[in-house]
């Protein structure tokens, strides 16, 4: 592929890689200007460097498709027509529901496509795995979902022929007949769960693609526009792009999304001086964004934050927005982190209402003229403010006391969540 046809299947796009600061892009439509967070993507080499090339060229030359890495245009693809092979990352064991966009082209005639919920078992020298797999092919101008049971290149390290190949399980260049039927080589067992044709922007044209996973099934779209939906259970797992008889199959643009709240959260709270929770203030007045973001054992490397005044574009950046009480409006703040495995968060929002009353100083209090009694203390009264189920700062306390209370707070949330299983 050249560059010269990369550009005209339109790669050039504003990236955020996890080596790079988070960053938006503004677009102009009808009305005036809008604006789209930028979608935070996966690198491609580290995935091409890094992640697991499977089955494995150690099965023989059916296996070795000669994966390239383009440091230009950041893009992966093959150059030898031969059986299935793919990518998927082992440390990623347990990734559910959630959304897998990517930008894919197709050459040559042979399928190309996408795994999920990816399981590995068996040894190294007779390995198995399990899997979902969509596929695109060009020599029928059809695509499929299929379920792999149970996959062993072992048995059969031949060329052309994978656990799904032309939307048939366990098949070779001996027998497909792109109907969701079952071959004979031997070393799959599966079931294609659907089958169609693609739309004609699909076909040896980069396109988008994006697999929507939940509890009880996917849903497929083509450029934003709905392919299909299919009934599927969920298998947790890790996930990558594949080709088969492939030798012009190209992979770009990849991000990963997880629904999963459990496995990683972007989540944050406005707060006063007091460290209260606050939806609205005045101008001028202490307002701070406590970032409660969690994960469950792969850290948050990167961040992005964007903040709108108004309905317009204000601030996206990788650190939190500070100047909300310098004028009155609505500001609408959202935050998405992504974690070191290059997975993303679901992205949250929330509004504050900053009025045009300024923030007023209390009157220092003045003493009795009269009386030099001293008065019983009375008992404090004690307020407690939560923060998405924790609990930040009790009053009766000076306001930085409160403050300093409620920044340690967010410590201990964030390294409490941090401390669970890691990835096997």
Known sequence: MTTKKLIKAGIISALAVLTASASCVTAFAEGGPIYTQSVIKTDSQRIFNEWVSYPDKSFGYAYDARWIYNSVEDYINTTDNVGWTGFYNPDITDFSTGEFSFDMLSEDWDPSGFTWGMQKSGTDDNPVYSFYAYEECEDSDRWSVSYIESWSPAVSPKPHQGPVYHATIDASDDYYEHLGDNGTVGFAKGTVLAFGYLPS????????????????????????????????????????????????????????????????????????????????????????????????????????????????????????YSLYTKEPGKYTTTLQVVNEQGIKSNIYSADLLVTDVPATTAPAPSEPATSKTATPDTPATQETTVVSNKTIATSDMGAGVIVALAVASAGVVLVSVAKKKKYK
């Open 201 to 320: 922007e699909a076909y040896k044209t980069r396109h988008n693609v994006k697999i929507n996973v939940e509890e009880s099934g996917v849903s497929i779209k083509i450029n934003d526009a709905e392919l299909a939906t299919v009934a599927a259970p969920v298998q947790q797992g890790s996930f990558g792009p594949y080709a088969c008889s492939n030798p012009d199959a190209y992979f770009s643009d990849l991000s990963f999304t997880s629904t999963d709240v459990t496995m990683i959260n972007a989540e944050f709270a406005y707060v006063n001086g007091k460290g209260e929770v606050i939806s609205e203030a005045g101008l001028n007045s202490d307002v701070s964004v406590l970032d409660l973001s969690s994960f469950e054992d792969s850290p948050i490397v990167d961040r992005l934050w964007t903040v709108t005044k108004d309905g317009e574009l204000v601030y996206c950046e990788s650190e939190p």
